[in-house]
C-alpha cells in the first residue's frame, strides 16, 4: 500500500510541475526552454503511471524500490514547490516589462512632440551625440541615425563658426561648476538655413569616472529672435520719429512719475538721454517750484476729469537758464479696460512766435494808439477838469464848510473815475494783480443785482436766473463784479430806448468736440455765466473785433474800446472761455465759462468800516515816488507811527541797519530804479526776522506774483489808495504773523 501512495504522489506532483512550467511558456516568452522542462517533467510522470499500473495488475517483474519511490517523490515534490515558488516572480518580471514599456513608449511620444531636440552626447570637442530624440530632423533637416554615432554628421559642424568655441567655453564652465548650463548660439541646418537655437543641458557623472554624458534639450527660437528684431526695431523707428518730432513729448504715470520721453524733452530737462529722464517727477528736473506745481496740477486736473486739455500756455526756465514758453497738450493714458493709467504730454516752444505776436501787437498798438488816445484822452480830461475846477472853487471861494466838502466829494469821484480807467486799462494787459478764492457767482450775482438795476434804470427790465445748486469756482472776487458790470454796461448802451436782461448761472460740462471747435477752451465740468440782452446786437464782422484792445463800437470820443477787452483779460487770467452770439436787431448773449472745483467756499471779504485806525509802532516806508512817499509818510505820522522814509533800496538798508531792532514795518514800493521790493524784503527780513513785510504796487510782477496771482505769504496795498485803506492795510499787517519770505 505505501508504493501505490508513493507513485500516486509523485506522479500529481510532476503533473503539477508540467502545468506550471507550460504557463511559464507564456509568461517568459522564452517557449523552447519552458516546453523541455514540461516534456522532461511529464516523461517522469509517465514512468511513474507505467509503475503503478503495472503493480495493479500484477505485471511487475520486481517489486518497486521503497528508497527509490521516496526519493522520486521528493524531488518531484521540490521542483513542483520550486516551478511554484518561481512562477510568480516571473508575473511579477512580466508586469514591470510592461510598465517599462509602456513609460518608453509615452517617453517617446512625448519627445516626438517637443518642439525641440533631447539629446545624450559625449563632452568631447565633436559633441558625439549618444542619442537624439525625433525632433532632430525638424530642428536640423537630419535623420536621428546621421547624428549619431562618430560615423555621421557631428553635430559640432552645425554650430556656426563664430559660436562654436563660446558654445564650448560655456559648457565648460558650467561643468567646472557643476551647473546645468544654458546656451544661445545659431546652427546651419541640413537644406543650408540658419537658425537660432536654444539649448539647457547638465552633465552625467559616474562615481570616479567624471563626466560620462551630457543630456539637455535643443529647441528652435528663430521665430522669437526674429520677433525681438522686430521690437527692436519698431521702438529703433519710434524714437527716431519722436526724436525727428520738432514738438516735445513725454508721458508719466498716476503719480506724475516721468515713464519716458523723446530726445528733445531730455535735452530740455538738462539730459543727453531719454532713460536718464524716466523714474523722475518735475520737481527733479531744472524747473522752478511754482512751474512744477503748475504742471502737477494740470496732469492732476487731466487725470482725474479723464479729459484732454489743449493748447495750456505754460511758463519753464530751462536747464540753460533761458526763459521759455510752452504750448502744451495733455490727453490721459488709458489701458485696455479704459482706466486712466498716467498722461501723455506734448508741446512745442512758442517762446519766437510769441515774440514775433509781442512785436505784432507792438506795432498794432502803436497803430492803435490814435483810436486810444481820443477816449483816453477825452476821459482823463474830464476827469482833469473836474479835479481842476473844483480845485480853484475850493481856492477862490469864500470859506464854506458845504463848498469845501462838495467839492471834495467831487475831486473824489474825479479819482474814482481815474482809478476805474487805470484797471481797465491793467485788467486787458493782465497786469492786474489777482486774488483768488472759491466763489459761488450765483452769490455775487445776487449781492449785486440792487446795483445792476440801479444802473440800468427803469426802462429795462432785468431778470437774474440763479442756478440753486451751483458748482464752485476759482477766481477774483473783485474782478468777477468788475466783468459782470462792464458786460451789463454795455448791454444797457445797445438798448437806449428800454429792453430786457437777462444774467444767468449753469452748471455745464463742455466736451471735446467743443474744446477743439473753440481756441482756448478746455473740456471738463465749467460754471457758466451768462448776460444776454435785446438790445441792437452786431454783425459778424463787429463781433469778431469787440474783444481786441481799442477797439470800441461806439462814437469817436465815447469810448476807450478796453471794457470788453478786460473782460477777456480777466476770464483768461481766471483760467476760463468766453463767447458770445450776435445778430443785428437781434440782441447779444454773452456766456463765460469758469473751470468748476470741488472746493468749500472761502469766506467773503466785506469792506470794512472807514479809518483802520492808528498805531505806535515804526515804519519804514520805501517808495521812489516823492508824492506818494510824502502822502503816505504824512498820513502815517498823523496816526501815531514813528517813520523813517527812503527813496531807494540802498538808503533803506542804510536806515535799518542803523535803527537796529527798531523797525515794526516795512511798507516798500515793489519796483525801484535800484532793486526790487521782494529783495529788499528778503534782505531785510534775514537779518531782522520780526519785520513785517506791506509791498505797494500798481499791477502784477513776477516779484510778487505768478501768473497775475499773489504768491503765498504776500501781503500787497493796491494803487491807488486811500488814506484809509492805507491805515487798514499796515494795521492787518502789523498785527498778523511776520511776514515769510522765499
Known sequence: MPVYVLLVCSIACQLVAAAVALRLIRVTGRPAAWTLV?????????????????????HALLPPDITEEII??????????????????????????????????????????????AYRCRNDRHWTMEFVSEGCLALTGHPCQELVGESGVRFADLIHPEDREPVWKDVQAALAEDRPFRLTYRITAADGSRKWVWEQGRRISSPGKG??????????????????????????????????IPQFIFWKDRRSVYLGCNTNFARVAGMEDPSQVVGKTDYDLPWQKEEADFFRECDRRVMESGQPEYHIVESQLQADGKHAWLDTNKVPLKNERGEVVGILGTYEDVTERRLLEDQVRQAQKMKAVGQLAGGVAHDFNNILTAIFGYLDVMRNAPASAERVVVGIEQIDKAAQRAAALTRQLLAFSRRQVSRPEILDLSEIVGEMEPMLRRLLGERIELEVAPEPRLDHVRADAGQIEQVLMNLVINARDAMPTGGRLIVQTANTVLDDEYARAHTGARAGPHVMLAVSDTGC???????????????????????????????????????????LYSEPGQGTTFKIYLPAVQEPLSPRRHQEAAGGG???????????????????????QDNGYTVFTAASGREAREIAAREVGEIDLLLTDVVMPDTNGRKL??????????????????????????????????????????????????????????????
Do not use: C
Not at 518561481?86 to 517617453?107: C, D, I, N, Q, T
Not at 529647441?219 to 521702438?235: L, Y
Not at 520805501?622 to 502815517?636: K, N
Open 72 to 117: 522520486a517523490l521528493a524531488i518531484s515534490a521540490l521542483l513542483a514547490l520550486g516551478l511554484l515558488r518561481v512562477a510568480p516572480a516571473f508575473h511579477a518580471l512580466r508586469r514591470s516589462a510592461g510598465a517599462l514599456r509602456e513609460k518608453e513608449r509615452a517617453l517617446s511620444v512625448l519627445m516626438s512632440n517637443l518642439p525641440g531636440m
Open 211 to 244: 563626466v560620462e554624458f551630457l543630456e539637455g534639450f535643443v529647441t528652435d527660437i528663430t521665430e522669437r529672435k526674429r520677433a525681438e528684431q522686430q521690437r527692436r526695431e519698431s521702438e529703433r523707428m519710434l524714437q527716431l520719429v519722436m526724436d525727428n
Open 681 to 742: 524784503a528778503d534782505a531785510l527780513v534775514s537779518e531782522y526776522p520780526f519785520i513785517r513785510v506791506l509791498y505797494m504796487s500798481g499791477y502784477s510782477s513776477t516779484v510778487i506774483a505768478h501768473h497775475g496771482v499773489l504768491k503765498d505769504g504776500v501781503e500787497l496795498l493796491e494803487k491807488p489808495f486811500t488814506a484809509d485803506r492805507l491805515l487798514r492795510r499796515v494795521r492787518e499787517v502789523l498785527d498778523s504773523a511776520p511776514a515769510a519770505t522765499d
Open 614 to 636: 492808528g498805531g505806535s509802532e515804526t515804519v519804514l516806508l520805501v517808495e521812489d515816488d516823492a508824492s506818494v512817499r510824502q502822502l503816505a509818510g504824512d498820513v502815517l
Open 38 to 58: 514540461t516534456v522532461a517533467v511529464l516523461l517522469m510522470a509517465v514512468r511513474r503511471g507505467v509503475k503503478l499500473l503495472a503493480l495493479i495488475g500484477g
Open 537 to 579: 446786437g452786431m454783425k459778424k464782422e463787429v463781433a469778431d473785433r469787440v474783444f481786441e484792445p481799442f477797439f470800441s463800437t461806439k462814437p469817436r470820443g465815447k469810448g476807450t474800446g478796453l471794457g470788453l477787452a478786460s473782460v477777456f483779460g480777466v476770464v483768461k487770467q481766471s483760467g476760463g472761455h468766453i463767447w
